[in-house]
C-alpha cells in the first residue's frame, strides 16, 4: 500500500477544527492491515491460563496495560473500583439420598487450576433437604402442566434444563434466563432450583447423532457445569435477587438424580412438544416428573458470601483532534472459568484492535475524534467496572460519548450476532460490508453476504455485556456483536471450566479467523465513527424502528382497546419527518465539506451534537419498573445471546393487563419521542 499515515496527515487541515488525517476509508483499508492470528493466540493463551473472575484480575490487568502502552497507547492506566464481590465456599453441597444412604455426591466443579466451582452469583445461603420433581424449563406453562397432572409443586426441588445461551432452543421459542427460571420456581412455591443443560441445547451436534463429547469431539462435555449470574450486587443488597438455594450442575450430574425418577409421575413425553426432546434417554433418563418417592431426597446447601475487594478496569485513550467527540471501545475480562470464548476472544481481539490503532499512532497519525479503549472487569457480577467508571465520569461522558462498540465474544463458532441501537445500524451494516466472512461460499463474500445468506440478517435490540451499562445508565448509543456458536457448530461451553484455550484451538476457533473478523469488525467500525466530519448515523433508521417495535406490539397485543396507541403512532411519524429532513440536511453538509466557512463549521459543528445527543433524549429518571437503574426507555437489559424485545415498560404492562400502567408507559414514551423530535428540529435548517 501506498499511503501512509503520515503522507495523508500532510494533506489535512480543511478548516479550524477540521484536521481530517484520512477519509474514513483509507483508515479502515490501513487498520485492517494490520491485525495478525499469532498476537491474538498470545493473548488468548494468557488469559486462559489462570482464574481470573471478577476481582481476581489484578494481574490481568497490569499485563493488558503493559501491552496497549507498547503498543504505542500511552495513556493508558489501570483504574481500580473497592466494593463486594462474592465467592462460594467449599462447603456446597448436592446429594441423592435414599433412606439416609447416599447414592449420588455431585462434585460440583469441573476444571482443575484453582477456577470457581459451580456457582450462581449472588445466590441465597441454604441447606435443605427435600423430595424433588423434574420440571422442564421451569417456565409458567411447565408449571401449569405439572399442576394440570396432578405433580405438587410446594416444598419440592425442581431440576431444570437451562435454556440461557443456546441458539437450538431459540429456534424453538424456549430461551429462557437463568434469573426467570429461578424467580419462577420461588414464585411456585419450590424449595430450590438446580439447573443442568441438556444435550437437547445442541441439537444436531449430540451423541445421539453421533458427535462425541469434548475433548474426543464437538458435543458437550459431560462434566460442563454452566454458572451464572444472578444479580447485580445493588439487587441483591436490597433484596431483590431469589431467596431459594440454587445450584448449577453437569448433566453427568443430572443422570443419577433423573433416572431415580424412572417410573415416578407423569413421563415428560406425555406433557405436550414443550417437553420433549431430552437427550438423556440415551443414558437410560425416561424423564418421569415425579415427584420423588417417598424416601429419595436432594439434599442440596449453597454457601457463598462477599468479601471486600477490587474490581481492576484498564482504560487507554488516544486524544483526537476533538477531545469532546468520543467513541469507546469496551470488552470485559473476568471470567467464570478460563474464558477462551466468553469473553477472552473479545479480550484478545480487543488487544490486536489497540495493535492496529497503535501502529497507525506510531506512523503519525492521529483520529479525528478520541478513542478510548476499555477492559472491564466485574461485568459477570452486573457489570460493575464499567457502571463505577461510568457513575465516575458521568457528565463528561454524557456530552461526549458518541458511541459504545462493545464486543463480548469475538470468535467462539460461525454465526455473527449484532445488537445495536438504530442509530448505529448503518455503522454496522457498513464494517460488515468491508470485513471479508470467513465462511465463504463464493469468493469475495462480505460478513454482511455470508450474514444475510443465514436468513438471520436482523439486528438485534441494543445490548450485551457492557454495552447494558452505557445504555442503562448514560443512554448512549451502542453496538455489541462478534462470532458465536451457530447450529451446526462446535457446543461451546458457555461460562463453564471447559471454555479452555484447548476447546478454542480445537473446536471453537482453530485458525483464529473469527477472532481477525472481529478486530477487522470493530476496527471499520471505529474508523468509521471516528473519522467521519459528519456522523455517519441515522435518525430515519430510528424512527423506523421505533414504527416497528410499536406495531409489532399492539398486533400481538389486544391491548390497544384499553390503551390507545394512537399518540405513540403520531409522535413517531413527527419524529419520522423531522429525522428525514435533518438526516438529509447533514448529507448535504457533507458535500459541502471542502467548504471552510464559520457558518458551515458550525452548521457540522451542531448537526454532529444532534446525532450524539439523540439517544440520550431516552432517558427516563425513574428507570424500568422492575430496575430503577436502567434508564433507557426503549431497551432493557438483555446478554449478548438473548434477545430482548423493544419497549419493555410497556410491554410488560400490556401483557400483564395493567391498563393504567401501560397508559403511563405511553405517555412517557410518547414524550420522549417528541423530545427527540425536538431535539433535531430545533437545529432543523
Ligand atoms: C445440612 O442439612 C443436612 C440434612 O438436614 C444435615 O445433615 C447437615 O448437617 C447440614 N449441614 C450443615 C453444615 O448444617
Ligand atoms: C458457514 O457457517 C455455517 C454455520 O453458521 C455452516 O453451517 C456452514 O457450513 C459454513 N460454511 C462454510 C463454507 O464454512
Ligand atoms: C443484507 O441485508 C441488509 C439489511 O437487511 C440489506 O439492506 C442489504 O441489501 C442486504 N445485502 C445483501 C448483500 O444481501
Ligand atoms: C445529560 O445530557 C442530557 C441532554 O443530552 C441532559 O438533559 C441531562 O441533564 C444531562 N445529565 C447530566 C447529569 O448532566
Ligand atoms: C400496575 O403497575 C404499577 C407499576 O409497576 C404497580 O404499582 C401497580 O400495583 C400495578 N397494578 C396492578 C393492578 O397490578
Known amino acids: 500500500m501506498t499511503v501512509t499515515f503520515s503522507s495523508l496527515l500532510a494533506q489535512t487541515v480543511l478548516c479550524w477544527k477540521s484536521f481530517q488525517a484520512l477519509s474514513s476509508l483509507d483508515a479502515i483499508q490501513l487498520l485492517l492491515s494490520v491485525p495478525s492470528a499469532e498476537s491474538i493466540r498470545e493473548s488468548s493463551a494468557f488469559y486462559t491460563s489462570n482464574p481470573h473472575f471478577a476481582g481476581q484480575g489484578w494481574d490481568q490487568a497490569k499485563w493488558t496495560q503493559e501491552k496497549w502502552k507498547n503498543f504505542g497507547v500511552h495513556d493508558t492506566q489501570v483504574i481500580s473500583y473497592n466494593t463486594e464481590l462474592p465467592a462460594p465456599t467449599d462447603q456446597q453441597r448436592l446429594a441423592l439420598i435414599r433412606d439416609s444412604e447416599v447414592l449420588y455426591e455431585a462434585p460440583l466443579t469441573d476444571s482443575v487450576g484453582g477456577f470457581f466451582p459451580a456457582f450462581y452469583s449472588f445466590v441465597t445461603n441454604a441447606n435443605i433437604t427435600a423430595p424433588y420433581i423434574f420440571a422442564n424449563f421451569g417456565s409458567d406453562e411447565d408449571y401449569d402442566d405439572l399442576v394440570e397432572n396432578g405433580v405438587d409443586l410446594v416444598g419440592n426441588i425442581a431440576v431444570l434444563k437451562s435454556a440461557d445461551a443456546s441458539s437450538y432452543l431459540k429456534t424453538l421459542g424456549l430461551g429462557k434466563s437463568r434469573e426467570v427460571q429461578i424467580r419462577n420456581a420461588q414464585e411456585r412455591g ?5 439447573m443442568y443443560p441438556d444435550p437437547q441445547n445442541d441439537n444436531p451436534i449430540t451423541e445421539s447423532n453421533g458427535y462425541a463429547p469434548y475433548p474426543d469431539g464437538p458435543a458437550r462435555p459431560a462434566k460442563m457445569i454452566e454458572r451464572g449470574g444472578i444479580g447485580p450486587l445493588d439487587s441483591y443488597k436490597s433484596g431483590l435477587t431469589p431467596k431459594i438455594p440454587c445450584i448449577p450442575i453437569s448433566y453427568a450430574d443430572a443422570i443419577p438424580i433423573l433416572s431415580a425418577l424412572n417410573g415416578y409421575g407423569p413421563l415428560a413425553s406425555d406433557l405436550g412438544s414443550r417437553w420433549h426432546g431430552g437427550e438423556l434417554a440415551i443414558h437410560d433418563v425416561h424423564y418421569n416428573v415425579g415427584p420423588s418417592p417417598p424416601g429419595l431426597i436432594l439434599n442440596l446447601k449453597t454457601e457463598a458470601y462477599l468479601h471486600p475487594g477490587q474490581v481492576h478496569n484498564v482504560v487507554g485513550k488516544i486524544p483526537g483532534f476533538l477531545s469532546d467527540e468520543v467513541v469507546i471501545l469496551g470488552n470485559h475480562r473476568d471470567a467464570w472459568g478460563p474464558g477462551a470464548g466468553d469473553p477472552n476472544s473479545g479480550s484478545a481481539a480487543l488487544n490486536e484492535v489497540v495493535r492496529s490503532f497503535g501502529a497507525a499512532v506510531r506512523r503519525g497519525w492521529k483520529p479525528y475524534r478520541t478513542i478510548i479503549f476499555a477492559s472491564w472487569d466485574g461485568e459477570e457480577i452486573g457489570q460493575l467496572g464499567s457502571f463505577s467508571w461510568i ?20 470468535g467462539a463458532g460461525r454465526n455473527f450476532h449484532v445488537k445495536a441501537s438504530p442509530l448505529l445500524y448503518k455503522t454496522a451494516l457498513n464494517a460488515m460490508t468491508y470485513v471479508q466472512s470467513p465462511n465463504q461460499t463464493v469468493v469475495g463474500q462480505s460478513v454482511l453476504d455470508v450474514w444475510n445468506n443465514t436468513g438471520t440478517g436482523a439486528i438485534g435490540t441494543a445490548g450485551g455485556g457492557d454495552a447494558i451499562r452505557f445504555q442503562g445508565l448514560l443512554c448512549a448509543s451502542t453496538v455489541d456483536f462478534g462470532f458465536s456458536q451457530g447450529l451446526e457448530d462446535s457446543v461451546f461451553p458457555y461460562h463453564s471450566g471447559l471454555d479452555d484455550f484447548n476447546w478454542m484451538t480445537k473446536y471453537g476457533d482453530p485458525n483464529w479467523e473469527y477472532h481477525l473478523t472481529s478486530v477487522r469488525l470493530w476496527l471499520a467500525m471505529a474508523a468509521h465513527l471516528s473519522e467521519s466530519l459528519i456522523l455517519d448515523m441515522h435518525a430515519t433508521d430510528y424512527a423506523e424502528a421505533l414504527g416497528k417495535w410499536i406495531n409489532d406490539l399492539f398486533k400481538d397485543q389486544k391491548g390497544s382497546e384499553f390503551c390507545d396507541p394512537k399518540a405513540l403512532h403520531d409522535a413517531v411519524s413527527r419524529f419520522a419527518q423531522v429525522a428525514q429532513r435533518f438526516d438529509r440536511s447533514a448529507a448535504s453538509l457533507e458535500v459541502q465539506r471542502q467548504g471552510c466557512s464559520p457558518h458551515l463549521r458550525r452548521a457540522i459543528d451542531e448537526t454532529n451534537q444532534a446525532y450524539i445527543q439523540l439517544e440520550r433524549a431516552f432517558y427516563h429518571e425513574s428507570g424500568l419498573d422492575s430496575r430503577p437503574s436502567f434508564h433507557h426507555v426503549l431497551f432493557e437489559a438483555a446478554p449478548w445471546h438473548t434477545e430482548k424485545p423493544a419497549l419493555p415498560g410497556l410491554r410488560r ?13 405511553r405517555d412517557i414514551i410518547v414524550s420522549k419521542v417528541l423530545k427527540a423530535a425536538n431535539l433535531l428540529e430545533g437545529l432543523d435548517r
Open 391 to 410: 457513575q465516575e465520569h458521568f457528565k463528561w461522558l454524557n456530552v461526549t460519548v458518541v458511541a459504545y462498540l462493545n464486543v463480548v465474544v469475538a
Open 190 to 194: 419450590l424449595a430450590g432450583v438446580i
Open 653 to 665: 404492562s400490556l401483557e400483564s393487563g395493567n391498563w393504567t400502567n401501560a397508559e403511563n408507559w
